[in-house]
């Protein structure tokens, strides 16, 4: 069976494979496509688009919005969307801000309790995106933590010691931009959003109200059982199904395509993705596979 991997990060943002590392990556593990889904950024998505073109594997274009919907946390995928999206490109910027702010704050609490990081270590250990798992990354080079979780658990994480509280896009906004570029919005590992059935069921049906078209049923965190609902919501809401192992390289355990702990992800899907996409835009049907203008760093 031919197999893909619709969720993956680069170093541009917290992945630690460039984008070309990451598509040569994904021919040797035998993936017939990719998508790569930087947070908040579109910055990797040319230099994988041409790397997929050089090596023969197909790479969607595609991003992982930070938002939020009622108070969780809640991340939505674009994907297929262009590089020159106004409003796109405008909420990437927003977010870029945000977290640019609130790093500026994270820094300033750890040199409250005289954990000295620099702007410039900062910069120096991202290509684009900054977030938390680059400070967390930093604590344990400078020998403060020795692993990414004492890091989240003792500082970065909510109500740790030197937490700071974002702001969050409403996942209906995303949802919208992603759509009015071109794209589909679908819901990241909805299993980690909320984790009752239920509410997991009432969160897909407010979203779709909205134009979400697709759920990502398909991840390593979700349970068979989850699995299987969320194919059976997909069903009675009449959206896509995706999957993805939400690689980071060396950042995370998991391995890109998801063995073996992820129930491998057909091409059949990412071929029903392709196709809802050319019905959007029926002029240029392969739009999504294209490769975009570079928009931004
Ligand atoms: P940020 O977008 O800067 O708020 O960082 C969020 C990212 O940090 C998530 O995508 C996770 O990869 C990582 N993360 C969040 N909480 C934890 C935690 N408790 N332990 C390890 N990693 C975490
Ligand atoms: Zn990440
Ligand atoms: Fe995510
Ligand atoms: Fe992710």
Known sequence: MRTVDLHTHSSYSDGTFGPTELVSEAVR???????????DTLAGVEEAQAAGHLMNIEVMSGIEISASHEGNSVHILGYGVPGHDPD?????????????????KIL???????????????QAISRGLIGRPHIAQLL?????VKTFDQAFDRYLKKNGKAWVQTVRF??????RIVKNAGGLPVLAHPGAVVNKASSIRK??????????????????????????????????????VTGGSDFHGNMKQI??????????????????????????SPDHAPSSLQTLPNTQV
């Open 29 to 39: 593990v035998g993936l017939a496509a990719i998508s790569l889904t930087d947070h």
């Open 88 to 104: 796109l490109n405008g909420l990437i910027r927003d977010l870029q801000e945000i977290r640019t702010t609130r790093n500026q």
């Open 203 to 240: 969160t897909i049906e407010q979203l779709t109200s909205h134009g979400l078209a697709g759920i990502e049923a398909i991840y390593p965190g979700h349970s068979t059982t989850l699995n299987r609902q969320l194919i059976e919501i997909a069903g009675e809401f009449h959206l896509l």
């Open 108 to 122: 300033a609490r750890l040199a409250e309790q005289r954990i000295i990081i620099s702007d410039d270590d900062l």
């Open 170 to 175: 409403p996942a209906s906004e995303a949802i």
């Open 140 to 144: 344990i080079r400078k020998g403060i």
């Open 255 to 280: 391995r890109l395509g998801g063995r073996p702990v992820m129930p491998q992800v057909p091409y059949t899907l990412f071929q029903k993705l392709k196709d809802r996409l050319a019905e959007k």
